[in-house]
């Protein structure tokens, strides 16, 4: 049995109910070594196989060799497993084996979290980009940041930018404000759920690119979005 | 205080420690009667005020009020309180009220409940588009449905079809089959988490908009999806 367990952005209070139980029930906790230090507590007396970056197609196939040894595997993300995280990798690695279960357990993924530090500027029809082009062509990356910024979404940025990439989150505003207006909100969260969270609220042509990195959520409102105090606010359209 | 909480699509599972501890620190709770039904055994010796569909606003409104009174009011959404939940009332009802703290507490949206259920659909970039046009113009959905096949957005429908609302779902996907091709799959969730839970996969030209009601979660793929068995995957891109 292999559990592909979404544990959250980080901290306790946002894993579910089903994702600890399945941690406790797994013998084996399989994970990036950032994701295994939020979940201590959880897996204490259990076997862990832990290893960096960039390694995800080498740790779900050690899971998928686990798993074949008859042990319950559980393979950890933060935020949600099917989103940009290790479900896909998992389900892709198994279709030929029939006598591996696999669960998917569902988190709380990052622009979630983000969005309920910064009020709720999700409330209406939004889409989640990653500007990651390690695996997804950069033209793809541009004609969907176009395209939805042409359609008022609101946009919520994964990965938005890394030292390796400190240019894309640039690039992507630029791509944007064809149909983004300078006023649009936009708001920031470092961390989210973890001990050195910080958020902040700025408009689209005051955005500061280089308080952003990897561990950052970027989200840009729709027309309607507003700023009161420190909180984000998409309205849904009630007339209140 | 009033604590505005995701409680998730409906089982205990997928419900986050936060929104279960905010539960029980609350002296009232507040909800849709349907709801309120699903957090019974949280809420036992707690003041319930309940009401109908559609009462969202009366419903914020006596939150506020409680809360005025020096109470710790819940205010719960299924899913996520901030995805087409009543954080944004909530927020936009307190902007004058400065003694009032609001907290919105995060859950698992429904499209991360159904794509736990139906493999790993939204690996890869994708969007929420609500179909109902009770608070947004028919047009600026249109749109929005438009662009998004355009991108190959991985696309999640809320509120797909009610009784009042039966041909929005066909429509739709009209307006999606300008670049959506008729081989895309396509997965669906009817009430996720809960007792009468049901999943099919079909493609986007088999597609049997019949089966479909309010309480069903819809997920059209990108141009990667694909079908194994019964499960819908979205590879991210890594070569395996």
């Known amino acids: 049995m292999i559990y592909v367990i979404g544990i959250g952005p980080g901290s306790k209070d946002m894993m579910t109910v089903e994702a600890i139980e399945a941690m406790k029930n797994s013998d084996v906790i399989v994970g990036y070594k ?15 196989v832990q290893n960096g970056m960039r390694q995800e197609i080498d740790r779900c ?16 993300s933060s935020g949600d497993a099917g989103i940009y995280g290790m479900a896909g990798l998992i389900l892709e690695l198994t279709t030929q084996e029939e006598d591996i279960k696999v669960k998917v357990v569902p988190g709380v993924t990052a622009s979630i979290g983000a969005a309920a530090i910064l009020g709720a500027p999700i409330m209406h029809d939004f889409c989640h980009i990653s500007l990651s082009d390690l695996l997804t062509p950069w033209e793809v990356i541009e004609k969907r940041l176009r395209l939805a910024a042409e359609a008022d979404f609101v946009i919520c940025l994964y990965n938005p930018r890394s030292k390796g990439r400190s240019e894309h989150l640039n690039k992507a505003f630029k791509i944007m404000s064809e149909f983004k207006d300078g006023k649009t909100p936009v708001g920031i969260v470092k961390d989210v759920g973890r001990e050195k969270e910080e958020k902040f609220v700025c408009t689209f042509e005051t955005m500061d690119f280089e308080r952003v990195d990897m561990t950052t959520m970027v989200i840009i409102g729709n027309k309607s979005t507003f700023i009161h105090g420190d909180l984000m606010i998409t309205p849904r359209g009630y007339n209140i």
């Open 61 to 76: 196939k050690q899971a998928v060799e686990i798993a074949k040894q008859g042990k319950n595997v559980a393979v950890i």
């Open 34 to 48: 950032t994701y295994i230090n939020l979940v201590t507590e959880f897996i204490k007396d259990k076997e862990v």
